[in-house]
């Protein structure tokens, strides 16, 4: 068995390391433990493989420079953006001798690694960290063709909105009871953890792919991330006084040209409703404004929320979705212990 060896790498930029892909690909949780200013490199064989959503962890035992055995935690990206470069279930097995890099964590004395890349017992190499979350690929004139009644599968624009940041608890304008609320917090109240999906506003602009469907006078959302679904229901002029609240609520809309707006209300209670530490009440209301592109390549996107049991006004947020041609839309089937299982590495 190889021993281990550390390979220091300057990082680019801090601001490019703070935004760099390895947090985008996990949004949800934090990654400030890591030293994205450093790479490690070590040689050993995979002693488990855990290929599941949100996070893939494998364990690989290798030897120290003192000749001493230890076992390395390697967290990894999701399913959703692995199976896209072929790393399946089968890929590796207990026993096999690989070659891994990673960002080791601040603390010495844990043996975990944020996985950027590992290569097979055959050479192949599969990518981690470095894989943004749907892998939006390059339109051409030859592949592409656009949308043109908002039906696709989109993904947001990374070069322009940071996705790790989500919705702060500074951020948002709250009212007595929210910062009541936000007094409260922790990072072990995330919804997430319990493979419970965020509702509405912050899946409005999510890290993974989402797709539109037309089925007559209803525009059907699905969010690949923790499988959430919604259904628009078109040319309806006010939501029905009988709408029982649920976790995505009651969504009514409207398309004019190359318009679509959509107003959502009648939402059930959310522990983080509208941000992280943030709760949401049965007041809470949003509405979009889609505006796609001349060339449907491009979804242009605006809304606002409101909720005044939690927040003063209302706060107004943008961002753009682009097109993702191809993308074949995957199950996410979360799983309880692989959502859980950064809390014992953060």
């Known amino acids: 068995m190889q021993p281990l060896r550390f390979l220091i790498k300057p990082a680019l930029a801090a601001t490019a390391v703070a935004l760099s892909l390895p947090p985008l690909s996990m949004a949800h949780h934090s990654r400030s433990n890591f030293r994205f200013d450093t790479k490690v490199e070590m040689k050993g064989v995979i002693t488990s493989h855990e290929y599941r959503n949100p996070h893939t962890f ?150 993974y792919p989402v797709e539109f469907t037309r089925s007559g006078n209803e525009l059907h959302i699905r969010y690949e991330q923790f499988d959430a679904r919604r259904i628009v229901y078109l040319g309806m002029a006010a939501h029905p006084a009988d709408v029982e609240p649920s976790h995505m609520g009651h969504s009514i809309g409207q398309i004019a040209d190359n318009v679509l707006t959509i107003d959502t209300a009648h939402f059930t209670p959310d522990i983080w409703g509208l941000g992280r530490g943030v709760p949401s009440g049965l007041q809470k209301h949003v509405s979009e404004t889609y505006t796609l592109s001349a060339d449907g390549s491009r979804l242009d996107l605006e809304y606002t929320f409101s909720d005044p049991e939690y927040l003063v006004g209302s706060v107004t947020e943008s961002g753009s979705l682009l097109l993702n041609p191809g993308y074949e839309m995957g199950e996410w089937n979360c799983d309880i212990d692989s959502a859980r299982r950064h809390l014992s590495i953060e």
Do not use: H
């Not at 009644?149 to 996705?163: A, L």
């Not at 922790?186 to 319990?194: E, G, R, S, T, V």
């Open 58 to 207: 494998l364990t690989v035992e290798t030897s120290n420079d003192a000749g001493q055995t230890q076992e390395w935690l390697l967290a990894g990206n999701s399913i959703s953006n692995l199976r896209r470069i072929g790393w399946t279930a089968d890929s590796f097995s207990v026993g096999d001798e690989v070659t891994v890099t990673g960002n080791p964590d601040r603390d010495p004395e844990k043996l975990v690694l944020l996985l950027d890349a590992i290569t097979a017992p055959d050479g192949t190499v599969y990518q981690s960290g470095s894989l943004a979350p749907g892998g939006q690929r390059p339109l051409s004139e030859q592949t592409f063709s656009g949308s043109t009644d908002f039906s696709g599968v989109w993904q947001p624009d990374f070069s322009q909105r940071n996705v790790a940041a989500g919705f702060q608890p500074a951020d948002l304008p709250v009212t007595a009871k929210g910062r009541e609320a936000l007094a409260s917090f922790d990072q072990l109240d995330d919804p997430a953890l319990n493979c419970i999906g965020e509702s509405l506003p912050m899946t409005l602009l999510p890290v």
